[in-house]
């Protein structure tokens, strides 16, 4: 098992900046890739970025390409998600989520493993 918690979320202005979080607990003893994603109201989670084991291959979504970051601290066991720029549809509820076992990117959500509870971040004036 693997526990995932995410931190960070909150309330920015547009053009604003957040940092997410994502500290993993548990048997993270194995190598895995993690993911982020998002849920906004109304629509279906999606993809927002992802990252190898090594931190060497990522992908983000079309529409964070850019303004997104996402990194890992594998002493540290928590992955990040640098938020640039943020703009309105950004909002959602940011999800971290990991699939031990392998070492690549991947950017479907339904070969995830374990998730978090979600993070609220809301981008408004």
């Known amino acids: 098992q693997v526990q995932l918690v995410e931190s960070g979320g909150g309330l920015v202005q547009p053009g604003g900046s957040l940092r997410l979080s994502c500290a993993a607990s548990?048997?993270?003893?194995?190598?895995?890739?993690m993911g982020w994603f998002r849920q906004a109201p109304g629509k279906e989670r999606e993809f927002v970025a992802a990252i190898s084991w090594s931190g060497g291959s990522t992908h983000y979504a079309n529409s964070v390409k850019g303004r997104f970051t996402i990194s890992r601290d594998n002493v540290k066991n928590t992955v990040y998600l640098q938020m640039n720029s943020l703009k309105p549809e950004d909002t959602a509820v940011y999800y971290c989520a990991a699939k031990p076992g392998y070492s690549g990117v991947s950017y479907q959500e339904f070969s995830y493993d374990y998730w978090g509870q979600g993070t609220q971040v809301t981008v408004s004036s």
């Open positions: 548990g048997r993270t003893s194995s190598r895995y890739a």
